[in-house]
């Protein structure tokens, strides 16, 4: 199943961004698609020599095969025939695949300052030049110190090591190389539909298109001579309109097409649709491939519910492993590989201060690994793919909160208590030892690190007696039976700020940490939380995707080279 190459190392493909791709690209599928068609979909990964797990890349089959023909590399031809006979066997498989994208997808919301404090300690104390076993003692040591043992196996550098000759000398510069950690880097993103979302909808209607504009639009090639408009585009003039096509097996069958706000037919000649669901949703698609660049990624709220009232900018971020080898798909979300998510809002607590308010902190892949390793038996397609960050992840999430916060312009950093989500979850067992121990313990490393104060704040909050939710005419503000008490509002702002008019509040003790002397974070440990100078140097994390010439993967030092 992998493509070997000279060097010891394989290649091989893999499905897992599939769908993504996909969504990035707005690429509608063929029913019969051939193996050529999934090629800007498929990733290609490498396989280094010593190790079990193969790697994204960071490339497509086209993307990989687009940069061989530019340089003429000799393993084109192999590596093509290789792709289309390994497809082929699996094309019935592929084919089963949605031929529409998905409407929702995560997109990047800022990019993480992460630094490393393996390869921190490497340039502060490591020697310059030094054989490849006294560069092993030297990084093993290195755990005595305050590096994590997590992050000296993800980084895979004693493997590569391994690879050189034992009395090999190799630099500083060179061994820095080894350190990959790419792959285990999150990514903190949002749940988004469409860049441009249609959000006008569609208007029925029942409009004959004369014979002199049938002709004039060439719409001979899906219909003869017949087509009513029957839905039009409320804001963009789109149009879907059914036709009558007659051949020599079937007579006046019934189809549907789109068309554009100038009536031309939208895709290729042959384009039609058994249905006017499948027309609009093919509309809906070719509409925000056209006009994505007018507008930015609105991020999808899909758990609003289940947050305290009130509040601003309310937010669901995810914190994602995007090159992470295996797959996970997580209950509450559609992105693959989430780490953890976070609901989160700015609020305002008593004394006047805005805090960025955590609503909740929830790990859907370790919860799923925790409840796996208590089954007596499990069926092996049932398992949960391993997941990095077992013991840190609550830490981890809290170091990128407190990085947001500070960007957010908030003064601290609040979170919710266990009392709280006991009373959301209605008895369904929280996780109480979460908010009880986990993320204070959390929140104390990170005081005793960082200028950050860990105190106790006091925030009003709205009872249930006024609820604001989006109705069929707008937003509405709701009494706590559900009837509303206004008419709509054009905007959610405007209902919140009646809803806090009209209703009752409470007030609430929260945790939270002060930023009030916190100098201005330029990096986030991977691992820990280091010290307060490891918070403000530079990021030390570059790209590692490898050199398109050969085979792409990150330069290491040969043994034959050496």
Not at 469 to 474: E, K, W
């Amino acid at each position: 199943m992998y493509f070997a190459l000279q060097d010891g190392g394989e290649l091989g493909l893999n499905v897992g961004r599939f769908d993504e791709r996909q969504w990035r690209l707005r690429l509608r599928l063929a029913k019969t698609a051939n193996c050529w068609d999934y090629a800007p979909l498929i990733d290609v990964v490498f396989r280094e020599p010593g190790f079990e797990v193969a790697r994204f890349t960071g490339k497509t089959v086209s993307q990989w095969l687009a940069n061989w023909q530019a340089w003429d590399n000799p393993h084109c031809e192999r590596f093509m025939a290789w792709y289309e006979g390994l497809i082929n066997r699996f094309l019935s498989v592929l084919a089963r695949r949605p031929r529409v994208p998905d409407d929702r997808y995560g997109f990047e919301v800022a990019p993480l300052p992460w630094i490393s404090s393996l390869s921190a300690m490497l340039r502060a104390s490591g020697p310059n030049r030094a054989t490849a076993q006294q560069w092993s003692a030297a990084i093993r040591a290195t755990t005595e110190k305050g590096v994590r043992s997590e992050e000296l196996a993800l980084s895979g550098v004693l493997a590569r090591l391994q690879q050189c000759p034992n009395d090999a000398k190799l630099t500083k510069t060179q061994v820095l190389r080894l350190v990959d950690l790419s792959h285990a880097l999150p990514k903190l993103v949002c749940e988004s539909r469409f860049e441009f979302a249609t959000r006008a909808g569609w208007r029925e209607c029942c409009d004959r298109v004369s014979a002199r504009e049938f002709r004039r639009r060439g719409l001979s090639s899906v219909a003869h001579g017949l087509a009513h408009i029957r839905f039009r585009h409320r804001s963009l003039g789109w149009s879907i309109a059914r036709t009558r096509f007659k051949d020599l097996l079937m007579n006046e069958r019934d189809s549907w097409i789109v068309l554009d706000e100038k009536g031309r037919l939208v895709g290729a000649s042959k384009t039609a649709f058994a249905s006017s669901d499948a027309a609009m949703e093919f509309a809906e698609l070719q509409i925000s491939c056209r006009f994505a660049s007018w507008s930015k990624p609105q991020a999808a709220a899909r758990w609003e519910c289940f947050s305290l009232p009130g509040g601003d900018d309310y937010r669901e971020l995810l914190i994602q492993l995007d090159d992470w080898p295996a797959t996970y798909r997580p209950r509450h979300y559609r992105t693959r590989n989430v780490l953890s998510h976070v609901r989160s809002s700015m609020r305002q607590v008593v004394d006047g201060r805005r805090v960025l308010f955590l609503d909740e902190i929830q790990s859907d892949w370790h919860a799923d690994l925790h409840a796996q390793s208590k089954r007596a038996t499990l069926e092996s397609d049932g398992k949960v793919t391993d997941a990095p960050y077992k013991k840190e992840w609550p830490l981890l999430t809290m170091k990128i909160m407190l990085w947001l916060a500070q960007r957010c312009g908030a003064q601290g950093l609040a979170w919710s208590t266990a009392e709280l989500q006991e009373i959301r979850w209605l008895g369904h067992e929280p996780p109480g030892l979460l908010y009880r121990n986990t993320l204070p313990d959390a929140a104390r490393m990170l005081a005793k690190t960082l200028p950050v104060t860990m105190d106790a704040t006091r925030m009003r909050v709205r009872t249930g007696s006024r609820t604001v939710a989006l109705g069929s005419m707008g937003w509405e503000v709701r009494r706590r039976q559900g009837s509303p008490i206004t008419k709509p509002f054009r905007t959610r702002i405007q209902a919140e700020s009646f809803a806090d008019q009209t209703g009752d509040f409470v007030v609430l003790d929260v945790p939270v940490l002060w930023l009030d002397r916190l100098t201005p974070i330029t990096s986030i440990p991977l691992f820990g939380a280091r010290t307060a100078s490891g918070w403000t140097s530079a990021p030390m994390f570059e790209s590692t995707r490898g050199d398109a010439r050969t085979h792409q993967p990150p330069e290491r030092p040969m043994p034959a080279s050496i």
